[in-house]
């Protein structure tokens, strides 16, 4: 009899919301799952190994792929789903507030890139699916720094995918749209947009929409089952969108409908007109 060999997982930002979904599925299905978070005591009793892990911090991100290794002695599939969310008009957005977005969003996604690949050369093997979002195919009025970071997700993640294909390294992303999960509350308004302002009223409303969008969303149990199908996957595609039917129709209307239209579309539906 073959010995079954048992794929090990590192699943960033999986204390929580998709990430959390996503580990306990896995897990049940008898993956190796590695979650991370910033502060692993704080969610005690996790079925899957929570280990620590700042996607900010490069040290952290070493330190937390140097235990996977000494315990799994592998990374086959990496999830970088760790993120975070501002909300308020671009105008009204801070330097240092859009800097500290993109170092989660983006820069986060990049550090654990460049820890795990050296590995995954050396295995020649190993899969890496980023979790961009639809805010990632179609700018979104006062997310436009979110939008900004999952759009830079979607580009760092076509060109990762062709240079280290000849590696036996795959690569996907997955675009989710609303899903129910403490993203919501955790999203932070950037300090102007907090006063009263000229976009006060119609931020409100795009804020309004999104929010009532996402708490009646589907599980973030859906991502994980994608996510499972893209691993078992022998050559996944680029891009997985998961979402209500219209969020997943939205990359093929970008696609082929004028832009003027799709802008109207995302304008009136946010109430942002």
């Known amino acids: 009899m073959g010995i079954h060999y048992i794929p090990a997982v590192l699943i960033t ?41 700042d996607v900010t911090d490069e040290s952290s991100v070493q330190q937390a792929v140097a235990t996977i290794m000494e315990s799994a002695g592998s990374i086959d599939v990496v999830v970088n789903n760790a993120g975070s969310g501002i909300v308020g008009a671009i105008e009204e957005t801070s330097i240092e507030e859009a800097q500290s977005q993109m170092e989660t969003n983006f820069f986060g996604v990049l550090r ?15 899969l890496i699916i980023n979790v961009s979002s639809i805010g990632g195919v179609v700018g979104i009025p006062f997310q436009g720094l979110y939008s900004a970071s999952k759009f830079a997700i979607e580009g760092l993640t076509e060109a990762l995918r062709m240079e280290v294909r000849p590696f036996g390294i795959r690569v996907a992303m997955i675009e989710p749209g609303d899903f129910r999960t403490g993203f919501t509350a955790n999203r932070r308004p950037t300090h102007e947009s907090t006063q009263s302002t000229v976009y006060t009223e119609r931020c409100a409303k795009a804020l309004a929409v999104m929010e009532a969008d996402e708490q009646n969303g589907l599980p973030p149990e859906k991502v994980a089952r994608l996510i499972e ?45």
């Open 13 to 53: 930002g999986a204390s929580s919301g998709i990430g959390r979904a996503c580990a306990n599925y896995l897990h049940q299905r008898g993956y190796c799952v590695y979650g991370t978070s910033r502060n692993p005591a704080s969610y005690p009793g996790t079925p899957f190994e929570l280990i620590a892990m």
């Open 112 to 126: 654990v890139c460049r820890a795990v690949l050296p590995i995954m050369r050396q295995q020649q093997s190993g």
């Open 229 to 273: 199908r893209i691993i078992r996957a022998r050559n996944p595609r680029l891009r997985w969108v998961a979402g209500p039917f219209f969020e997943q129709m939205l990359p093929l209307i970008k696609r082929f409908a004028p832009s003027s239209v799709v802008e109207w579309g995302i304008r009136k539906y946010y109430q942002v007109e």
